[in-house]
Structure formats: structure tokens, C-alpha cells
Nanobody, 124 residues
């Protein structure tokens, strides 16, 4: 079992930056691909970014490419999402997730464990 806890959300003006963190409970988190998803009110949960289990491979949604950077530190059992040049349309609850497979999936149903989410609000 893996427990995930997100932090770092908050309110920011458009153009600003935030850094999200996702702390995993077990050392075996290093064997999991991990990802960030987001869900805006009234919308489905969508893929934001993913990182493979070594941290050497990443994938991004087109809407955040060039603005967001995903990374992980397996020694600290923590994954990060650096979000720059934030836009009002980035407003959502952001969730981290872990997938027991080694590759990156953009499909939320592929992920086995989820955090509770952290709110990100970007004002115009």
C-alpha cells in the first residue's frame, strides 16, 4: 500500500508560480511511475504530467508543456510539479498518483494510488 500526500497548493495571480509536492509513504515508491492530474469544477480529471520510475522519462499534457516541470527524488520519496506562467485555466484540484507499472500512462484508470488533492487557484 502506498499513501500519497500533496502539498504546495494555494492562490496565485496569473503569471505566477507554485511548486507542488507529493510525499509517498513507502520506500518502494521508487518502483512506481507517478503522475499529476487535475480536476476543475464540473469537469473530468485530466492528465497533467507523468514521470517514470527512474525519473529519466517525462510526459506532459500539451496545455502545460513548456510551463510545468515534473520531477522526483526517490531518496526522499517525493515527487514535484513546478508550475510557472500560471493561467486562470490552470485553476483546479491537483492530484498525485502512483502506478505500479514502470512506464507513464495518461489514463487515470491505470493508476493504483491517489492522494487527496491540493487546490490551485489562479486569478486573472
Amino acid at each position: 500500500q502506498v499513501q500519497l500526500v500533496e502539498s504546495g497548493g494555494g492562490w496565485v495571480q496569473a503569471g505566477g508560480s507554485l511548486r507542488l509536492s507529493c510525499a509517498a509513504s513507502l520506500r518502494t515508491s521508487g518502483n512506481y511511475a507517478m503522475g499529476w492530474f487535475r480536476q476543475a469544477p464540473g469537469k473530468e480529471r485530466t492528465f497533467v504530467a507523468g514521470v517514470n520510475w527512474t525519473g529519466s522519462g517525462t510526459s506532459y499534457a500539451d496545455s502545460v508543456k513548456g510551463r510545468f516541470t515534473i520531477s522526483r527524488d526517490n531518496a526522499k520519496n517525493t515527487m514535484y510539479l513546478q508550475m510557472n506562467s500560471l493561467k486562470p485555466e490552470d485553476t483546479a484540484v491537483y492530484y498525485c498518483a502512483a502506478d505500479r507499472s514502470l512506464g507513464i500512462s495518461r489514463d487515470a484508470s491505470a493508476y493504483d494510488y491517489w492522494g487527496q488533492g491540493t487546490q490551485v487557484t489562479v486569478s486573472s
